[in-house]
């Protein structure tokens, strides 16, 4: 079964159109190294909760929109080795720089899960 990486990040919606730019760079490296698949979603229908939400996973602030995103790979361990390669990549060095960076990074949360249902 397939790898996924998940990712929540608010982004400033003055910032979407260099939001999707950086995405479209790195989306293009994440793959050239062996992703799967790549993929960024603006939050649409994405409410406040009373316990838990997007908004409240994210300090979500005025002006700011939900960006829900995955990468998918073969396993774990060809996650780890296409990250290794993407983060070494010198193309991600001006993404890596918080000055270049159109959201605040403090407030990203990502995790690796194993696949369970693949429909």
Known sequence: MAYV???????PRNKLDAYEKMSLACGAIWKEYGALEFRECVG????PGKLTS???SVLLEEGEVVV???IIYESRAHRDA????VMNDPRMKEYMDPKNCPFDAKRM???GFEMLVDL
Do not use: A, L, T, Y
Request: charged share 25%.
């Open 68 to 70: 829900f995103s995955w």
């Open 54 to 56: 997007f908004p409240q």
């Open 44 to 47: 649409d229908d994405v409410k």
């Open 5 to 11: 990486d998940g990712f929540v990040v608010p982004v």
């Open 109 to 111: 949360f990502f995790g």
């Open 82 to 85: 296409v990250n290794d390669k």
